[in-house]
């Protein structure tokens, strides 16, 4: 099971590495714009076209990855009430009890 959170990590470090290159990108993009014309303007371009579709790709797949981890999260509680139906609403109660014991302190 400690697969997936391995797997979203890595995937948001990864995003956030892409994003991080998206931002140089688009800074060189505004600077050599800015000054001249020509191949450098062009070689910028496609670096930031490359840098967003590579983000695109990677939030997709962080998206993906939470999705299935959240739904195998509901999978693993609905098993585990329905295999201890009385212990799944001595912890709701429990949970129901403390929190309304942090409110009612505000």
Do not use: C, F
Request: net charge neutral; glycine share 4%.
């Amino acid at each position: 099971m400690r697969k997936p959170e391995v797997t979203i990590e890595h995937s948001k470090d990864k995003l956030m590495e892409d994003l991080r290159a998206v931002v140089a990108d688009a800074e060189e993009l505004l600077k050599a714009t800015a000054s001249q014309t020509g191949e450098r303007i062009t070689a910028a371009r496609a670096r930031a076209e490359e840098s967003l579709q590579a983000a695109k790709v990677r939030l997709t797949d962080a998206q993906a990855a939470a999705v299935a981890q959240a739904k195998l999260a509901v999978k693993t509680t609905d098993d585990y009430v329905h295999d201890n139906p009385w212990q799944a609403v001595g912890i709701a109660a429990v949970v129901g009890i403390v929190l309304g014991a942090m409110i009612t302190r505000r």
